[in-house]
């Protein structure tokens, strides 16, 4: 059974950094492809960036620049660099491992961006 736990969230001023880190438990990391997903209150789960185990890697619009996902199979971890944050940045931030046979959800991390 996976286990994905994040970290790294919390309150940030308006053009602050953030790194959120997610830990997986589980042997098949290295070949899993890695996402970070996040919900705002009222809408939908969106795409923020995924990586695949190749390390190519894919961003929503409305991060590009700002964010960079990065993954570390030695160590099962899968980050995400947040710089530049705006208010339309806040959100639950969600980790998720998507292997062949199913896909794993972490709990999610809040992430504030507000003065």
């Known amino acids: 059974q996976v286990q994905l736990v994040e970290s790294g969230g919390g309150l940030v001023q308006p053009g602050g950094s953030l790194r959120l880190s997610c830990a997986a438990s589980?042997?098949?990391?290295?070949?899993?492809?890695m996402g970070w997903y996040r919900q705002a209150p009222g809408k939908q789960r969106e795409l923020v960036a995924t990586?695949?185990?190749?390390?190519?890697?894919v961003y929503a619009d409305s991060v590009k620049g700002r964010f960079t996902i990065s993954r570390d199979n030695a160590k099962n971890t899968v980050h995400l660099q947040m710089n530049s944050l705006k208010p339309e940045d806040t959100a639950v931030y969600y980790c998720?491992?998507?292997?062949?046979?199913?896909?794993?959800w972490g709990q999610g991390t809040q992430v504030t961006v507000s003065s």
């Open positions: 589980g042997s098949a990391f290295s070949i899993a492809t």
């Open positions: 998720k491992q998507t292997t062949i046979i199913r896909d794993y």
């Open positions: 990586i695949r185990s190749s390390g190519s890697t």
